[in-house]
Each structure stands twice: as structure tokens, then as C-alpha cells.
């Protein structure tokens, strides 16, 4: 906020509502030392030469960093005009669709939504969205639960640590026996996976490509577990699906994915938007909302809610969710984004990011002790083993305005040398070249 319209009456006012004496007083919690002592700002000076000097002293902080982080979250770039239409005040003002006569805008956008994740991940059916990527993948295994009456479900090491905690935390008290294969060397074990589906399997969990950036072919995989009666669940990155084989393609039953990467900033860690996808056959067992298109009494196209399935609908106990929040602002952000890029511009954000991640792969492991975790294909991310700790690694060029990348020891045990790096579109060879230097310097 530019200007604070306050007057010292009422500056007076909201301090005895508080009981402080003084502004200073609010201040109290923060040492001396940490306190500005002095903005060396004259008495009388015009708005504009304050700004400045105040925009000096903001140049000080050192907060343009080159970060290399990903792991599920990624930035790519987002068309200027995405921010100008989703400002639009009926997008903001739009509420839940129930009364589809006043709401054909908003079930429209939520219909091309889900047309468009639809034919992204090469699955049959969408709904309207759930709350993000690891609530998706948890509505995905209830799905499955349902759908086999089954409890046990087989999930691979190499899925995100961070869903596979949503997992574990939503489930605790479902009874459900949650059966985690551990990874080789950062790729997923085909035969244990396939051993340990069995008649009370409801699902097996993989992610492509998976947490350490690597990319699979789960085809033969999801045909041992529809031959065992087990649904087969794949979570994967929206944006790689137009240059990979795509969860449809390999037999997946259903697929989910974090949508942050179709168009949302990262903001901190949200809001973000939970895309969930499926076969038509598993439709029914799918939470939240699902818009369809018809026909009304006039012949006239018109959109409704075709599927509600939720708490707010029918009897509790009789629901297939209760948490399934609908991001629809974020979902409309991701169609915007998507139909602004295009699938052509989606393919060369992809190309691009994978590219830049092969030339930071190549760049990296010539520094004598660098390696890759693994030879396997990877997409626009990759393990890389350090002869240090990768977190020392972290904090060595963290004050060279670099975020290296993340950690891997934090979720697995074994690896505390290896960091999982990233590159989007966005970065440049410059920027990795850069990454290069420094790291060579510093180790």
C-alpha cells in the first residue's frame, strides 16, 4: 500500500484499543541492534525524493538469485496478458456454479478446463480440480480404494516425498496398508514394484518422471497390475506431457499432476490447483466437480454441474470426498495460460527446459567429482552426487545469489551428497554457466 490515510487521532485510537503508548511500543519484540537506526531522511522532503531514497536503501538487499530449485514446483514463464484476464472482477467475484442459469461463464471455463488437462494428459476424463498435486494424488488412491474394495497400496520411492507424506498423514486412520518399494539408485524398481502388487492391492502409485527427474515407461507395469485387478495411479509434470509418453499412452487408469506450472507464480508454496484426470470407467468414483455440456429446452448450448458427488451434496457417508476444495481461480489461470502458450508454445517450453538441463547435466559433471546419480533419461531436472555434503554445496553459493538446487539427504537417506537441480525455459546458458563457475570455485 502506497499511503497509509491515517490520522494521529486515529493513529491515538487503535493504540488504546491495544493498550500501547506509543508506535514505538509495537516494535518492543525486535533487539535493538536489528532495528533501522537511522533512514537519514530530512525533514520536509517532497513524496517523490523520499521514494527515491527509500528505493536506494530497498537496492541494498540482494534479492535477485538465479535458483535452480524444481522438485515438483517450477517456474516457467507466463504470458503478460494470463495476470490482465484473470483480473477481470467476474472471475474474482464468481462463486461456486450451483445455480447454472446465473453461472454459464464460470461452467463454461471449468468445462474448457477440463477439456484441455483431458487432452493434455491424453486421459479421458477431468473434473473441475482439487486443492494441489498431493491432495490429487490422495483423491487418486481413494478412488482406487473404492473402486476395488481393496486397502493396500503399492507406491514407488521415487514419488514426490512431499505427496507421499500427504499420503501417509490423510490415510492414517483409513486402515489402509501403504507399501513403499524402495528406489535403485533414483529409478524405480519395475520388478519389485510388479512382486508386490497382489489380489488385495486397490492401486500402484508412480510418478514420471519421477522426484529425481528421471523419465520411465510404466506400460508394462500397469498391464501386470490391471491383470491383477489393481488400478494403476501416475502423477506427473503438466508441461513435459507434450514431448513425453503420456499417462494415457502407457495404460494409466488414472493421472494427476500439480498444475502450478501451467501459468500459477509460486507464491510461497500456493494457492495451487490439483489436476485430476481418469478413465471413463472410474468417473463415478471421482470427487468434487465434474461440468458437462447439453442442450436446454430451446436447443440452446448450455453448461451444467453434470456430477456432485461431494458432502454439500449428497448424504455424508455416501460422498467420495469431503476435502476436495476446487481451485477454480487457479484452474482458470491454467486454461488461460494454456490456451495463450498453445501446444506448440507448451512443447518449446518443454524442449527448452529439457535442453537446459542437459547442457547444465554436461557442464556440472565436468568438474572433477561431479557425477550424475544415474545414466537413465531425465527431463528438465537431474541428480548430481558432490564429493561434499550437498547441503554445504547450498550454503556455499547461496551468498553468490545461486540456489544450486535441493537437497536430496532431507527425504532419502544415503544421498546427503547428491542435489536434484533444475532448469526451466527460463534459465539461460549464461545462468548455468554461471552455476558452473562457482561451484568449480567452491568445491
Excluded at 483423491?139 to 500427504?166: D, F, G, N, Q, W
Excluded at 528406489?183 to 508386490?196: E, P, T
Excluded at 529439457?354 to 547444465?360: G, S
Excluded at 539427504?409 to 536434484?420: D, F, I, K, S, T
Aim: glycine share 8%; charged share 20%.
Amino acid at each position: 500500500m502506497p499511503y497509509i490515510p491515517h490520522t494521529p487521532e486515529e493513529v491515538r485510537e487503535m493504540l488504546d484499543v491495544v493498550g500501547l503508548p506509543d508506535i514505538e511500543a509495537l516494535f518492543a519484540e525486535i533487539p535493538p541492534a536489528l532495528r533501522p537506526q537511522s533512514f537519514d531522511l530530512a525533514k520536509g522532503m517532497t513524496e517523490m525524493a523520499v521514494r527515491t531514497a527509500m528505493e536506494r536503501l530497498a537496492a541494498k538487499n540482494h534479492i535477485e538469485m538465479v535458483s535452480f530449485l524444481g522438485g515438483g514446483y517450477y517456474d516457467h514463464y507466463v504470458p503478460a496478458a494470463s495476470d490482465m484476464l484473470l483480473a477481470r472482477g467476474e472471475f474474482y467475484t464468481a462463486y461456486t456454479p450451483y445455480q447454472p442459469e446465473a453461472s454459464q461463464g464460470t461452467l463454461q471455463a471449468i468445462f474448457e478446463y477440463q477439456t484441455a488437462v483431458t487432452r493434455l494428459l491424453d486421459m479421458e476424463c477431468s473434473n473441475a480440480g482439487v486443492y494441489d498435486g498431493g491432495t490429487a494424488l490422495y483423491e487418486a488412491l481413494m478412488m482406487a480404494v473404492r473402486h476395488t474394495r481393496r486397502k493396500k497400496a503399492v507406491v514407488s520411492a521415487t514419488v514426490s516425498p512431499i505427496y507421499r507424506i500427504v499420503l501417509s498423514t490423510y490415510t492414517k486412520n483409513l486402515h489402509l496398508d501403504l507399501v513403499v518399494v524402495p528406489h535403485k539408485n533414483g529409478l524405480d524398481d519395475f520388478d519389485a514394484l510388479a512382486a508386490a502388487i497382489d489380489g488385495d492391492t486397490a492401486a500402484i502409485v508412480v510418478q514420471n518422471p519421477n522426484f529425481f527427474g528421471n523419465v520411465q515407461d510404466f506400460t508394462e507395469l500397469f498391464a501386470t497390475a490391471r491383470a491383477k485387478g489393481a488400478v494403476s495411479i501416475m502423477s506427473c509434470y503438466p508441461v513435459l506431457q507434450t514431448v513425453l509418453k503420456t499417462p494415457g499412452a502407457m495404460g494409466a487408469d488414472i493421472a494427476t499432476a500439480e498444475g502450478q506450472s501451467l501459468g500459477l507464480p509460486l507464491s510461497f508454496g500456493g494457492p495451487y490447483l490439483g489436476i485430476m484426470t481418469c478413465r471413463k470407467t472410474m468417473i463415478r468414483q471421482m470427487p468434487g466437480r465434474i461440468a458437462g455440456r447439453t442442450k436446454d429446452a430451446q436447443g440452446r448450448t448450455g453448461y451444467v454441474l453434470t456430477l456432485q458427488a461431494r458432502e454439500q451434496h449428497i448424504r455424508r457417508q455416501k460422498a467420495t470426498s469431503n476435502i476436495c476444495s476446487n481451485q477454480a481461480l487457479c484452474a482458470l489461470r491454467a486454461l488461460i495460460n494454456v490456451c495463450l502458450t498453445g501446444n506448440e508454445g507448451l512443447t518449446r517450453q518443454a524442449a527448452r527446459s529439457i535442453e537446459n538441463a542437459n547442457y547444465a547435466a554436461w557442464k556440472l559433471c565436468s568438474i572433477p567429482g561431479v557425477s550424475l546419480l544415474n545414466e537413465a533419461p531425465f527431463g528438465n531436472e537431474f541428480a548430481a552426487v558432490f564429493p561434499v555434503n550437498a547441503k554445504k554445496v547450498v550454503r556455499m553459493l547461496m551468498d553468490d545469489g545461486i540456489v544450486p538446487g535441493f537437497p536430496l539427504g532431507r527425504y532419502y537417506p544415503g544421498l546427503e551428497n547428491a542435489l536434484l537441480i533444475c532448469c526451466t525455459e527460463k534459465h539461460d546458458r549464461a545462468d548455468i554457466d554461471r552455476l558452473a563457475r562457482r561451484l568449480e570455485k567452491a568445491l
